[in-house]
T-cell receptor, first 117, second 114 residues
């Protein structure tokens, strides 16, 4: 299947600082990328849908000024958690939509474990 | 919007037995139903998917069935092995042109006991 990378895999930051997470599709072009948040033993919660060259579409209840998303190219999307607080600590996973035959497959990155102290 | 219910939340089976996980969805327009396997601390991996024009799909020990009338779909794992132990998520989506958004179930923790 298609490969999606995510960097960093783990990050610890102090409260009030900002953290940037990168998501890359390595062997395909992804016009659409998705950012999810996952709490321990919980399901994946979609935060926003990122389309290359346009503004991200945020889900209800997700603050767009806090979670800045940029989809600069067909292979790169970034999520910046601004002014992070301990409650932002979570597992953040990106995914990219690959246009396979009949085409709706979505492939996930390995995730980023964010800890805000 | 779409709502996906998944049952059971936990499932424990003996090695070699079959495991069945069931999901229902609310939006009759949904036409794409993938299943993901997630091991602890790792990324969800697509294991099988089915589209609404098909009633059943099989890949070795894994099969998925879809009942569009009842709006439910199920994952069947036969001859389970300890390495099948993981959290499984079902999802549903309407795929129409560029519109596409997966809605996930809450997950099923499958434990296969040796």
């Amino acid at each position: 299947g298609a490969v999606v990378s995510q960097h960093p895999s783990r990050v610890i930051c102090k409260s009030g600082t900002s953290v940037k997470i990168e998501c890359r599709s390595l062997d395909f072009q992804a016009t659409t990328m998705f950012w999810y948040r996952q709490f321990p033993k919980k399901s994946l919660m979609l935060m926003a849908t990122s389309n290359e060259g346009s503004k991200a579409t945020y889900e209800q209840g997700v603050e767009k000024d806090k979670f800045l998303i940029n989809h600069a190219s067909l292979t790169l999307s970034t999520l910046t958690v601004t002014s992070a607080h301990p409650e932002d600590s979570s597992f953040y996973i990106c995914s990219a939509r690959a246009y396979g035959q009949g085409g709706s497959e979505q492939y996930f990155g390995p995730g980023t474990r964010l800890t805000v102290t | 919007g779409e709502n996906v219910e998944q049952h059971p939340s936990t499932l424990s089976v003996q090695e070699g037995d079959s495991a069945v996980i069931k999901c229902t969805y609310s939006d009759s327009a949904s036409n794409y139903f993938p299943w993901y396997k997630q091991e602890l601390g790792k990324r969800p991996q697509l294991i099988i998917d089915i589209r609404s024009n098909v009633g059943e799909k099989k890949d070795q020990r894994i099969a998925v069935t879809l009942n569009k009338t009842a709006k439910h779909f199920s994952l069947h794992i036969t001859e389970t092995q300890p390495e099948d132990s993981a959290v499984y998520f079902c999802a549903a989506s309407i795929v129409r042109g560029s519109n596409y958004k997966l809605t996930f179930g809450k997950g099923t923790l499958l434990t296969v006991n040796p």
